[in-house]
């Protein structure tokens, strides 16, 4: 193994192994019932999968996305693995799945990180070890209905550091004309589907030099996501992000929300309009990915008008963004304990 971290970027770089655990069930009165088999690590990366599989034909695809990060301390720090454990579940119940349980996710992702020990980047580097666990149907089906099948995977890849350079905004273009997620659909799952479904509008959007941010799909007044990331906003002592059916419910939102609150903040769940952006101080996209990636401003194509938000990231969500990376990489104490902790 020879990885130059210094050219991480977002992309895959294969690790030795991942690790993988099949489910075998049947459906009782509507109910999966089954057993999951015992994680394994495999340097195997191909499925031998049947064409008609539930995940091919159906869309029965579920994923997660969480890192493990190299502390100042030397040691291993995974993040709150047991909320991506239960989003997942939800997720699977959503696609009506089988949900791998929590003991059996936190296994494969131990397993997969003392497999791949190696390809977890120095400190200094500012790059992680990110595990993406992936959960398919398998069952070959032709009728349309979910199979009783799947197969839970982890494949980890080391990533690069999310701002290479300088922490900065990025801006954001609003499409009303491609929807991620219906009301009462699966936006607030963590399918593969509502990316598909959102490809049009996140290159539509890049082709400007831009990312997408979705409103709400039936009345397009209220904003749901930014691109594959929440959003957050400061207006005065307030930390607002919005109340939808149709978002998924970020662990890293979720992690600043409390952060924010220790802040002095006052921490609001609301249904948030687009026009509100003008009273806002600071705004931005928070994810796994980023952490938080601060907004200079939302353009709003179809009413002519551009919200500038801010030129450089703002002082709140500054702090918050090196509070919570604080936390990950062991320079401050985990009070809330949300780092499970390895050593060599
Ligand atoms: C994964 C994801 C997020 C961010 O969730 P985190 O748990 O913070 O990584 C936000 N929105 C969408 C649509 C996502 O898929």
Same mark, same amino acid.
């Given at each position: 193994?020879?990885?130059?971290?210094?050219?991480?970027?977002?992309?895959?770089?294969?690790?030795d192994?991942?690790?993988?655990?099949?489910?075998?069930?049947?459906?009782?009165?509507?109910?999966?019932?089954?057993?999951?088999?015992?994680?394994?690590a495999?340097?195997?990366?191909?499925?031998?999968?049947?064409?008609? #599989?539930? $995940?091919?034909?159906?869309g029965?695809? *579920?994923?997660?996305?969480?890192?493990?990060?190299?502390?100042? /301390?030397? +040691?291993?720090?995974?993040?709150?693995?047991?909320?991506?454990?239960?989003?997942?579940?939800?997720?699977?119940?959503?696609?009506?799945?089988?949900?791998?349980?929590?003991?059996?996710f936190?296994k494969?992702?131990?397993?997969?990180?003392?497999?791949?020990?190696?390809?977890?980047?120095?400190y200094?580097?500012?790059?992680?070890?990110?595990?993406?666990?992936?959960?398919?149907?398998?069952?070959p089906?032709?009728?349309?209905?979910?199979?009783?099948?799947?197969?839970?995977?982890?494949?980890?890849?080391?990533?690069?550091?999310?701002?290479?350079?300088?922490?900065?905004?990025?801006?954001?273009?609003?499409?009303?004309?491609?929807?991620?997620?219906?009301?009462?659909?699966?936006?607030?799952?963590?399918v593969?589907?509502?990316? #598909?479904? $959102?490809?049009?509008?996140?290159?539509? *959007?890049?082709?400007e030099?831009?990312?997408?941010m979705?409103? /709400?799909? +039936?009345t397009?007044?209220?904003?749901?996501?930014?691109?594959?990331?929440?959003?957050?906003?400061?207006?005065?002592?307030?930390?607002?992000?919005?109340?939808?059916?149709?978002?998924?419910?970020?662990?890293?939102?979720?992690?600043?929300?409390?952060?924010?609150?220790e802040?002095?903040?006052?921490?609001?769940?609301?249904?948030?309009?687009?026009?509100?952006?003008?009273?806002?101080?600071?705004?931005?996209?928070?994810?796994?990915?980023?952490?938080?990636?601060?907004?200079?401003?939302?353009?709003?194509?179809?009413?002519?008008?551009?919200?500038?938000?801010q030129?450089?990231?703002?002082?709140?969500?500054t702090?918050?963004?090196?509070?919570?990376?604080?936390?990950?990489?062991?320079?401050?104490?985990?009070?809330?304990?949300?780092?499970e902790?390895?050593?060599?």
């Open positions: 193994m020879n990885i130059d971290w210094s050219k991480l970027g977002f992309h895959y770089t294969e690790t192994y991942i690790v993988r655990s099949a489910f075998h069930g049947t459906w009782v009165n509507g109910e999966l019932k089954g057993e999951w088999q015992e994680p394994y495999t340097r195997d990366k191909y499925l031998h999968l049947h064409v008609s #599989a539930t $995940s091919l034909q159906y029965q695809e *579920a994923f997660e996305g969480l890192k493990a990060f190299r502390g100042v /301390d030397g +040691k291993i720090r995974v993040f709150r693995w047991e909320e991506n454990a239960k989003r997942m579940q939800q997720s699977a119940l959503g696609l009506k799945m089988a949900a791998v349980p929590t003991e059996v936190g494969a992702i131990r397993l997969a990180l003392v497999k791949n020990i190696a390809f977890v980047p120095p200094e580097t500012g790059a992680t070890l990110y595990f993406r666990p992936l959960l398919i149907g398998t069952t089906r032709l009728g349309v209905g979910p199979g009783q099948d799947y197969e839970f995977i982890v494949i980890p890849s080391p990533i690069g550091p999310y701002y290479p350079g300088a922490y900065h905004c990025t801006s954001f273009v609003v499409n009303r004309h491609v929807d991620r997620a219906a009301q009462f659909g699966t936006g607030q799952f963590k593969g589907g509502n990316y #598909a479904a $959102s490809f049009r509008a996140t290159e539509a *959007a890049h082709l030099g831009m990312d997408c979705f409103l /709400d799909s +039936k397009h007044r209220y904003i749901d996501e930014c691109s594959a990331a929440n959003f957050i906003g400061i207006k005065g002592d307030e930390y607002i992000t919005p109340r939808s059916s149709a978002i998924l419910p970020s662990i890293t939102n979720n992690s600043l929300m409390t952060l924010a609150k802040m002095g903040l006052k921490v609001v769940r609301r249904k948030v309009r687009l026009e509100e952006l003008a009273d806002m101080q600071e705004a931005a996209a928070c994810g796994t990915a980023c952490v938080i990636s601060p907004i200079d401003k939302v353009v709003d194509v179809d009413k002519g008008v551009i919200y500038r938000i030129s450089q990231p703002g002082p709140k969500l702090q918050l963004y090196h509070n919570l990376q604080d936390i990950q990489y062991g320079r401050i104490p985990d009070k809330h304990h949300w780092c902790v390895f050593e060599e």
